[in-house]
């Protein structure tokens, strides 16, 4: 049974890939949900791209794209800004990342520090991090800090963190790594 299962299921596969992801016989027929480097391709002005793909799916990605980062985000911290954005890998690689630059909207302090890796990836990712700050630099870290020392001196039923959960109650030092 397993593997009259497995030859069903290959062609079932096989079909439903046909369908949302190869273009057609006919000229006109195009693939259901393209890939994220031809969509990627046709949003930067390729026009083999744009040939591949709908207009509704064009527009669609670009409105995606374009919300991926809250409008104003900045990762809280004093410490220099740096923005990783990783595409699927495409042919016009400078048109691609001058449209994601645009596209995406990224905080103005991070566009000296933006890096662009074409990777063999089905997606579009945005890291944005500051680096070379200390932990008290975080407004975040210093309020967790706050409650952990408030913690050790008088205890309270309402003493938790929200975010994680805690491991232990018997540590002598405020921070480890």
Same mark, same amino acid.
Request: overall charge negative; glycine content about 6%.
């Given at each position: 049974?397993?593997?009259?299962?497995?030859?069903?299921?290959? !062609?079932?596969?096989?079909?439903?890939?046909?369908?949302?992801?190869?273009?057609?016989?006919?000229?006109?027929?195009?693939?259901?949900?393209?890939?994220?480097?031809?969509?990627? #391709? #046709?949003?930067?002005?390729? #026009?083999?791209? #744009? =040939?591949?793909?709908?207009?509704?799916?064009? =527009?669609?990605?670009?409105?995606?794209?374009?919300? %991926?980062?809250?409008?104003?985000?900045?990762?809280?911290?004093?410490?220099? %800004?740096?923005?990783?954005?990783?595409?699927?890998?495409?042919?016009?690689?400078?048109?691609?990342?001058?449209?994601?630059?645009?596209?995406?909207?990224?905080?103005?302090?991070?566009?000296?520090?933006?890096?662009?890796?074409?990777?063999?990836?089905d997606s579009v990712t945005v890291v944005l991090f500051r680096s070379e700050m200390s932990l008290t630099q975080v407004p975040e870290a210093r309020k967790v800090l706050r409650?952990?020392?408030?913690?050790?001196?008088?205890? !309270?039923?309402? =003493?938790?963190?929200?975010?994680? !959960?805690? %491991?232990?109650?018997?540590?002598?030092?405020?921070?480890?790594?």
């Amino acid at each position: 049974p397993d593997n009259a299962v497995a030859v069903v299921k290959a !062609q079932l596969e096989g079909r439903i890939t046909r369908l949302f992801a190869e273009s057609g016989e006919h000229l006109e027929e195009r693939p259901l949900l393209p890939a994220m480097g031809t969509l990627l #391709a #046709a949003a930067a002005g390729d #026009a083999d791209a #744009a =040939d591949q793909v709908s207009k509704e799916a064009l =527009d669609l990605f670009g409105r995606k794209l374009t919300g %991926l980062l809250p409008v104003g985000f900045t990762p809280e911290g004093t410490g220099p %800004l740096r923005v990783l954005v990783t595409h699927p890998r495409v042919q016009a690689v400078e048109e691609v990342q001058e449209y994601l630059g645009k596209a995406l909207r990224l905080p103005s302090d991070a566009k000296n520090s933006v890096e662009y890796r074409g990777v063999e990836s089905d997606s579009v990712t945005v890291v944005l991090f500051r680096s070379e700050m200390s932990l008290t630099q975080v407004p975040e870290a210093r309020k967790v800090l706050r409650q952990w020392a408030r913690a050790k001196d008088s205890e !309270q039923a309402q =003493d938790v963190l929200r975010w994680r !959960q805690r %491991l232990g109650y018997r540590d002598s030092w405020m921070v480890s790594s």
